[in-house]
């Protein structure tokens, strides 16, 4: 696979540099500049996951790579993706089966074993800051990986108590950092320890971030598998809303439909509406971000936009040919008990806005799917306030609140973090 920075098409990276390099020059993301389509569609739709994903990425991916594609892909993707009915012509494609209860699972297991794979006898150092779920899927992708240990730093006291849990109690390569003050200096941190150049050599930084091109590609087969589970007559005219906040999910599924799946797309956005906005004035103008109960889109700056747009031009399509919309808090719970008492179906506020925007654009003989990106479990306080309901934890999760959290503290200073990263890997 060839790969160009989308700010300098002179950098051309193969997919495994691109996986270790992250991002390129002036911070440009890497991307192909043609995507061939597959043209056994069909077939690929009637195998199963695993085999018919095996097939997507190795398609994207080339002959020249990654010998043990295959094999990372059985072992990735070991949990399902349902689609669930939850109204007339829509259904949920329920991401949120993995070991984190995110969609995050799927992109994170994947990078995980990737790495392992192209490392060679170099060892790396995942160092990342998250406010939540990002965090936790990469914690438990990651786990007793060999030659990777995990650095997460979070704000001390402003992660939920599941993420936190889900984060800290693993132990092993994965160490937890509860940082003493906001997520804003856990970032600065980070970018910190990018910019010198000696700690990211001697430790083999890499962010594993949602900008890496591994996790795209892992995301791409889970629009198959959503079409894969409809009756064939419905296949040719389904509609994905995609509840967005970096704008990696939906690059992944417009990945999909240049490789020949039949679909259109809704973006669906909370208050943090640049996107929206850009596309009914044409300005790109991003605001403070304001939080919000879909709390994993509170961005403002979406970093995955660029591809959007790459894309869009590699296609010959247009940003017209997008349905979008944005929600406030209020409406969101008001579609949330509005659902539950119409057919049951329990949604989370990042689901609930995707389900109503695709309901409000969804046209006669089209079959919507809205991605169900997390657990309502995972946003438990405010599912149960808001549907009057007791959500449960699914037990394995149950058992992990039980545990001790082994997260290490400090304040939020470089120089502590990087003695800290040198004598836990013993290069020091
Ligand atoms: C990360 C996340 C999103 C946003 O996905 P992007 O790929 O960043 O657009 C939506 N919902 C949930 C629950 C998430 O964790």
Redesign the pocket.
């Known amino acids: 696979m060839e790969l160009f920075n989308l700010k300098d098409h002179n950098e051309q990276v193969s997919f495994s540099q691109a996986v270790l390099k992250g991002i390129g020059k002036d911070q440009g993301l890497f991307f192909p500049d043609h995507i061939t389509p597959i043209d056994n569609i069909d077939e690929l739709l009637d195998m199963p996951l695993v085999e018919r994903s095996q097939k997507v990425l190795r398609h994207l991916i080339g002959n020249d790579e990654l010998p043990e594609l295959e094999t990372i892909v059985a072992d990735a993707f070991s949990f399902k993706a349902p689609i669930v009915k939850a109204d007339e012509n829509i259904y949920a494609l329920e991401l949120f089966h993995g070991p984190t209860l ?3 699972d799927f992109g994170a297991r994947f990078m995980a074993r990737v790495l392992g794979a192209i490392r060679q006898d170099n060892h790396l150092t995942i160092l990342t800051a998250t406010s ?3 965090g936790a899927a990469v914690a438990a992708a990651f786990y007793e990986q060999k030659g990777i240990d995990v650095v997460i730093l979070y704000p001390k006291g402003k992660i939920s108590e599941l993420q936190e849990k889900l984060i800290a109690t693993l132990g092993k390569n994965i160490r937890a950092v509860t940082v003493n003050g906001i997520f804003d200096e856990c970032q600065d941190l980070v970018k910190t320890a990018f910019d010198d150049q000696e700690f990211k050599k001697t430790v083999g930084l890499n962010s594993a971030n ?1 900008i890496n091109i591994s996790r795209l590609l892992a995301q791409v087969c889970y629009y198959f598998e959503a079409v894969s589970q409809l009756p064939k007559e419905k296949r040719d005219s389904v509609v994905f809303s ?10 992944a599924g417009l990945i999909a439909k240049s490789l020949g799946l039949k679909c259109r797309f809704v973006i669906s956005c909370n208050a943090n509406d640049t996107i929206p906005r850009y596309l009914t004035t044409g300005n790109y103008e991003p605001h403070k971000t304001v939080a919000t109960l ?1 709390n ?2 509170d ?1 403002s700056r ?1 970093n ?1 936009w660029p591809r959007v747009e790459a894309l869009v031009k590699m296609q010959g399509w247009s940003l017209k040919d997008f349905d979008f919309g944005s929600m406030s808090d209020a409406d969101t719970e008001k579609t949330m008990q509005a659902l539950y008492k119409k057919t049951g179906y329990v949604l ?1 506020p ?1 689901a609930a806005i995707a389900y109503q925007l695709l309901s409000d654009n969804l046209k006669e003989g089209e079959t919507g799917i809205f991605l169900g ?2 657990h309502p479990a ?1 946003f438990k306080a405010d599912v149960d306030r808001i549907l009057g309901i007791d959500v449960a934890l699914p037990k394995a999760l149950q058992d992990t609140v039980a545990l001790e959290s082994k997260a290490h503290n400090m304040d939020p200073d470089y120089n502590t973090l990087k003695d800290y990263v040198l004598t836990e890997e013993g290069l020091k």
């Not at 995609?242 to 690059?251: D, E, L, Q, R, Y």
């Open positions: 995110a969609f995050k939540g779920d990002t949602s995609v509840p967005c906040g970096n704008f990696g999910n939906i690059t879909s994993a889109m961005i979406p995955n989370e990042h990106t997390a995972k």
